[in-house]
């Protein structure tokens, strides 16, 4: 999506105003004859348009009769397949390059050319790609390094249990890595294997083999993230923070939420269909609040595991509680209310006890109450159990 206007822009001016227009502003988006960002509000009459880049500029786009516009379809690269379009074309939501000479504030810029990709078209491509990395893709955690065959191995949960899976790159794999305090998919920069660790999270895109436990790769996407629970004691929705208890240490953090955070919400009833097993092995799940008697495993579904079901030999290994987590219904930071239990993914950032939210999940008591492994015999149960080995690693989202 966003990539092809930095493609554009390489194409249509120098390196050189790149990087002097960078320095000046810090912003990436903004360089001397062109301001990149997303439509924010249209003024008809004073034929004027307010952009918002990625960085969080805002940029004054003016028009004149002598400014032309031409619609790009995602993915195209140049304007050799560009159409003309107008004024009235334009619609909040929209993606647009505006070229012409940025003033020294970089606060504005008077547009000769408006190079748009429209608010739809985004739209579909993000979710033919999401639909992509969701059908030919795998998540899990990486265990295992192997530098000179250029393997990483991950754990990866299927409804079946934990497997390990051996990720293979050659030359072409394309490689991306989440920089510190970094929430968006898209914001990952170009990396190397050098860089990768025990622990990170890894999605990668690419084509599975005859054995189901070995995965070529095509692209990867790698990160270190932070996972924790914990019990919500203050929502500010103003401010976009939330405050919890973290369960396993009882240490108090601060929850950045901002625009680009997924928040989802578990339902409860989810619990009582058993689709997951706890690590535990079999019986080894608690069950879910209000539903069952202690120590009863919850059901599971029929065919699970079995020859060609997503767990099991021959079926798909990249199927896993996460991709179950990436089809809740999104909702919103007024919509998580204090008591709540939460998981929040994060990358490893500066300050410890401040979380800059890429996924949350709240409704989390039922989710973790069913990962946890059975308690031993007059052990008390762990409200954090569940975190551990739970195969959980939605750090790394979708497009």
Do not use: C
């Not at 895109?205 to 996407?221: E, S």
């Amino acid at each position: 999506m966003r990539t092809f206007f930095f493609a554009v822009a390489i194409g249509l001016i120098t390196l050189t105003l790149i990087s002097a227009s960078v320095a000046q502003t810090g912003d990436p988006n903004i360089a001397a004859k062109h301001a990149i960002g997303e439509i924010k509000s249209i003024d008809a009459a004073a034929k004027q348009l307010t952009i918002k880049t990625d960085a969080g500029s805002m940029v004054t786009v003016s028009l004149s009769d002598k400014t032309t516009y031409k619609k790009l379809a995602p993915g195209e690269q140049s304007l050799t397949n560009a159409t003309d379009v107008t004024f009235a074309d334009l619609a909040e939501g929209d993606r647009v390059m505006a070229r012409g000479t940025v003033s020294e504030d970089r606060k504005s810029v008077p547009a000769l050319m408006v190079i748009v990709m429209t608010k739809g078209d985004l739209a579909k491509k993000q979710e033919a790609e999401r639909a992509e990395w969701r059908r030919r893709g795998i998540l899990g955690v990486i265990t295992a390094l192997k530098p000179e065959a250029k393997e990483i191995t991950i754990s990866n949960r299927t409804i079946a249990g934990t497997q390990a899976v051996v990720i293979a790159l050659n030359d072409k794999t394309e490689m991306r890595r989440y920089a510190p305090d970094s929430i968006k998919f898209g914001d990952a920069k170009p990396s190397e294997f050098s860089e990768l660790k025990v622990g990170d999270q890894l999605r990668a895109l690419g084509d599975r083999t005859a054995d189901p436990l070995h995965f070529n790769a095509q692209k990867v996407v790698t990160g270190s993230f932070r996972t924790v629970g914990g019990v919500v004691t203050a929502v500010d929705p103003a401010t976009g923070e939330i405050k919890i208890n973290e369960l396993e240490k009882k240490h108090p953090l601060t929850i950045i939420v901002k625009n680009d955070a997924v928040l989802r919400r578990f339902p409860s009833e989810m619990g009582a269909m058993g689709g997951f097993r706890g690590p535990g092995g079999p019986g080894g799940g608690a069950p879910p609040a209000g539903g069952g008697q202690q120590g009863q495993a919850p059901a599971r579904p029929q065919g699970a595991g079995g020859p060609g079901s997503p767990g099991g030999p021959g079926g798909r290994p990249g199927f896993n509680i996460n991709d179950m987590l990436e089809r809740l219904p999104t909702i919103t930071i007024a919509d998580v209310k204090v008591g709540d239990t939460i998981i929040v993914s994060s990358t490893q950032g500066v300050d410890p006890t401040r979380l800059t939210a890429i996924s949350l999940v709240t409704g989390a008591d039922t989710l973790l109450a069913m990962l946890a492994p059975r308690p031993q015999a007059g052990q008390a149960p762990n409200p954090a159990a569940g975190l551990g080995g739970s195969g959980i690693s939605f750090g790394i989202g979708l497009p």
